[in-house]
T-cell receptor, first 118, second 112 residues
Framework: GAVVSQHPSRVICKSGTSVKIECRSL??????MFWYRQFPKQSLMLMAT?????????EQGVEKDKFLINHASLTLSTLTVTSAHPEDSSFYIC??????????????FGDGTRLSIL | DAKTTQPPSMDCAEGRAANLPCNHS???????VYWYRQIHSQGPQYIIH???NNETNEMASLIITEDRKSSTLILPHATLRDTAVYYC?????????????FGKGTLLTVNP
């Protein structure tokens, strides 16, 4: 079945560091990828929608200059958390949908990245 | 997209069927019902989806009422590994808006 790979699975770094998270679709072409953030004991919150070859669409309240998204190919999207601070510590999850299939086909999720900023 | 209502938590004995309800009384004709689950510290896992007919796959069955205002996800023989938060999401399949909106879901605890 459809597989989405997310890397790294865990990052611990100092405040002020920029962190890049990769999301890859391994066996399908993902024209659209999504980035979510999940704080402890809360549900997933959509941060942005990433479209291959165009600018990402950010949800209200998400700073586009802080969370840089690049979707340069049909199998890779990256999220860069710039100048990360402790309040950015969270569980970041990506998902992807197969652009060659019907619009009702489900999205598939990566295993998430646990980001801890010291 | 229609809003869904799920109980916050449920318990089930190992080996028994787990029946997880979801209300979506404002669902419209072209909206699908999707079920995902999230095991602790992992990304969500797709389970099943349907429009109006009942669906079954290797993981679960999805029963949708005739008026489509509610549905039930059935795990026929729950195991300890099925302990997770289960999310019911209603999504319009048309247009270019593919966003999923996650509610709080149901925490299913399978007990030995």
């Amino acid at each position: 079945g459809a597989v989405v790979s997310q890397h790294p699975s865990r990052v611990i770094c100092k405040s002020g560091t920029s962190v890049k998270i990769e999301c890859r679709s391994l066996d399908f072409q993902a024209t659209t990828m999504f980035w979510y953030r999940q704080f402890p004991k809360q549900s997933l919150m959509l941060m942005a929608t990433s479209n291959e070859g165009s600018k990402a669409t950010y949800e209200q309240g998400v700073e586009k200059d802080k969370f840089l998204i690049n979707h340069a190919s049909l199998t890779l999207s990256t999220l860069t958390v710039t100048s990360a601070h402790p309040e950015d510590s969270s569980f970041y999850i990506c998902s992807a949908r197969d652009g060659t299939r019907n619009s009702n086909q489900p999205q598939h999720f990566g295993d998430g990245t646990r980001l801890s900023i010291l | 997209d229609a809003k869904t209502t799920q109980p916050p938590s449920m318990d089930c004995a190992e080996g028994r069927a787990a029946n997880l309800p979801c209300n979506h009384s404002t669902i419209s004709g072209n909206e699908y019902v999707y079920w995902y689950r999230q095991i602790h510290s992992q990304g969500p896992q797709y389970i099943i989806h349907g429009l109006k007919n009942n669906e079954t796959n290797e993981m679960a069955s999805l029963i949708i009422t005739e008026d489509r205002k509610s549905s039930t996800l059935i795990l026929p023989h729950a195991t300890l590994r099925d302990t997770a938060v289960y999310y019911c999401i209603v999504k319009n399949s048309g247009g270019s808006n593919y966003k999923l909106t996650f509610g709080k879901g149901t925490l299913l605890t399978v007990n030995p």
